[in-house]
C-alpha cells in the first residue's frame, strides 16, 4: 500500500488515516492525538539520533500505532551506532513517563494524562517485543550477531519474530481482546514480516558490500578451520558483524590461511562465488 508524502521527510501510511477517522467517529479523537504525539516522540528520537550519527536518513514514515525511520544504512554502520539509533526511540518514553508524573504533581490527577501514561507504557511495551520491524526484533537481531553469522542472524530473527507475533495474536483472539486496530496492525505486520523474509538476500549483499570496504583493524579475529574445497559463497556465508575472520586450510602439507577481505573481493569484484578457497589461496 502507497503511502502519502505530507513532507519531504514525513510519510504516512493510509492505515493511519483509518485509524484516525475510526478515532473521529468513535469520539476518541482526544486519545489519539495523545497516541500519535508519543508515537511521534519515538520516532524523532530514532531520526535525530541518526541524524546526530551523519547516517544517510531518507525519511519517516507513520504507520497503524507505530513508524519507522526509513534508512538503507540500517545494517551497514557499526554496531554500537545502530545500539545507540534504536534505543533513541525506547528512551523518549522514559522522559515522557516523568514528566506526566510531574504534571500529576502539579496540577493533580486528569483523565487524559491517565491515558497518556497507558498508551505511553502500551507503546513501550510493544514495541519491545521481537516482532519485525519493531525495536525488540532489531535488539535481538544485534544481540544474535554476536554469537552467530549474520545471514543465520537475520533469519533465526524473521523466524522468532513471526512466532512471536502468531503467539500474540492467538493469545488476544483467545482472550477476546482483539480490537479492529489490533487487527489491522497484526495484518501489517505479518505483511511487513512477509516482505522482509523476501529481502533477507538483498539485506546479506548489501551488507557483504559494506564488508568489502570497511575498517577490519579494530575488529577482534576469529580463525576458522574449513576445507580448502570450500566454495567462496560458503566462506562469505559465515561472515560476522563482529569479528573478522581467517580461514585456516586444514589438511595441507603448510599452513595456509585467507582473510576474510579477500573473500569480499572473489566474490563482489571478481565475481567468481564458486572458486574454491585453496585456488584463491
Known sequence: MKVLKVLP??????????????????GTIYEFIILFS??????????????????????????LLGGAVVSEEHTTKPMR?????????????????????????????HPLITTAHHYNGLLLLLNMLPVWPLDGSKLLFYALT?????????????????????????????NGRMTLAGTMLAGFLVLENVLEW?????????????????????????YYSVSPQMP????IKMTR??????????GTNELKMLDEQECFHIFLREKQPYARLYEVV
Not at 567462496?232 to 566462506?235: E, H, L, Q, R, T
Open 81 to 109: 551506532e545502530q545500539v545507540q539509533v534504536v534505543l533513541a526511540g525506547p528512551f523518549q518514553h522514559i522522559w515522557i513517563f516523568l514528566l506526566l508524573e510531574l504534571l500529576i504533581i502539579l496540577f493533580g490527577p
Open 198 to 222: 523476501r529481502r533477507q538476500m538483498y539485506v546479506f549483499m548489501r551488507y557483504l558490500l559494506h564488508c568489502l570496504e570497511r575498517d577490519v583493524s579494530d575488529m577482534k579475529v576469529k
Open 241 to 250: 558483524a563482529n569479528r573478522h575472520n581467517i580461514y585456516v586450510l586444514k
Open 38 to 63: 508519543i508515537v511521534a516522540l519515538h520516532e524523532f528520537g530514532h531520526y535525530f539520533a541518526a541524524r546526530r550519527l551523519k547516517w544517510r536518513v531518507s525519511h519517516i514514515e507513520f504507520w
Open 9 to 26: 521527510s514525513v510519510h504516512i501510511h493510509p492505515l493511519f488515516f483509518l485509524l484516525a477517522i475510526s478515532a473521529f467517529l468513535t
Open 146 to 174: 554476536s554469537f552467530m553469522s549474520f545471514k543465520k542472524s537475520l533469519k533465526l530473527a524473521l523466524c522468532l519474530s513471526m512466532v512471536s507475533l502468531a503467539v500474540c495474536t492467538l493469545t488476544l483472539l483467545l
Open 232 to 235: 567462496i559463497m560458503d566462506a
